[in-house]
């Protein structure tokens, strides 16, 4: 089933005239040189390089040749791509339930291979119970809690049904000590956190209060690989009022060096998963 056009943009039309765009202006190329090698007018390469149309992979073939690109795998990269804009996921008819920075992190979620996410004040949501969610979403959406709720369970599927996807999450321990609910609850959300982190494919690390870090202040950030030879790497925050996403290459290296950082810094996985039964204990 496809994606209607009046529908697009879509978070990969926009990957994937991002990625045209830059490709024409290394290649030292005027948007009217690329339409004329098309035998296309002017708006058909501008609405492809915004996202706001697709393009046929005879078409792609003939930029990517015009543009120079060697590289195999980065050519099979983009046409698979090209295939996937139009795909309709299961969120993709959610109309006004999900705004549109929502349906973009799900389709980033749904693109990577791995996931690194990092949370200062709640847990990541692939690692929440739903009662959990329940509060979390009632302070901020409190109209829609049912269809949130429903969908981020639906989203913790990738966890278990899909074996190739990763989960690298690091959680500051207030986030730890704040889980809202009564004594149960908190103590059901913290075992959950520990049988997920046993999971072959998740990997949880607690970052303690003495953690030794530089002075900056790293806000929540999520690093999404998406899959691909090499993954591309492209990072998300977000804020109260939805999300925004780094795909630059200039910004996203500063968000896999602090990651690192806070890797070296938080406990191991192993460490981390004592710090869990002891919290359980307590509570």
């Known amino acids: 089933m496809a994606m209607p056009q009046e529908d697009m943009p879509t978070m990969r039309s926009r990957r994937l005239g991002g990625e045209l765009r830059q490709l024409r202006t290394a290649a030292g190329l ?28 005879i078409d792609l073939t003939l930029l990517l040749n015009l543009y ?17 804009i139009h795909k309709v996921d299961w969120w993709s008819n959610a109309g006004p339930l999900f705004h549109d920075s929502l349906k973009d992190y799900l389709t980033l979620e749904s693109d990577s291979q791995l996931v690194r996410s990092y949370e200062n004040q709640v847990l990541p949501g692939l690692l929440q119970t739903e009662a959990y969610m329940r509060q979390v979403i009632a302070a901020v959406k409190g109209d829609r809690i049912d269809s949130l709720v429903d969908a981020r369970m639906k989203r913790k599927e990738l966890l278990t049904r899909h074996s190739e996807f990763l989960l690298r999450a ?32 998740v990997n949880v690390q ?76 307590e509570a």
């Open 68 to 84: 120079g690109v060697e590289d195999d795998q980065y050519r099979v990269n983009l046409k698979r791509l090209a295939k996937e």
């Open 30 to 57: 005027t948007v009217q040189e690329a339409a004329d090698a098309l035998e296309c007018g002017h708006p058909k390469i501008s609405q492809i390089e915004t996202g706001r149309r697709g393009i046929r992979q």
């Open 206 to 281: 607690v970052l303690p209060l003495d953690a030794s870090l530089p002075i900056d202040q790293w806000p929540p950030f999520t690093v999404f690989s998406l899959r691909g030879e090499p993954p591309a790497d492209v990072v998300w925050l977000e804020h109260i009022t939805g999300g925004t996403l780094l795909e630059q290459r200039q910004d996203v290296p500063h968000y896999t060096k602090a990651w690192d950082e806070l890797t070296a810094a938080a406990l191991s996985p192993a460490a981390s998963k004592r710090y869990l039964r002891d919290l359980i204990k």
């Open 170 to 201: 690091i959680i500051d321990v207030p986030a730890l000590h704040r889980i809202p609910g009564t004594q149960e609850q908190v103590a059901e959300q913290l075992e959950h956190l520990l049988t997920a982190a046993d999971l072959p494919n």
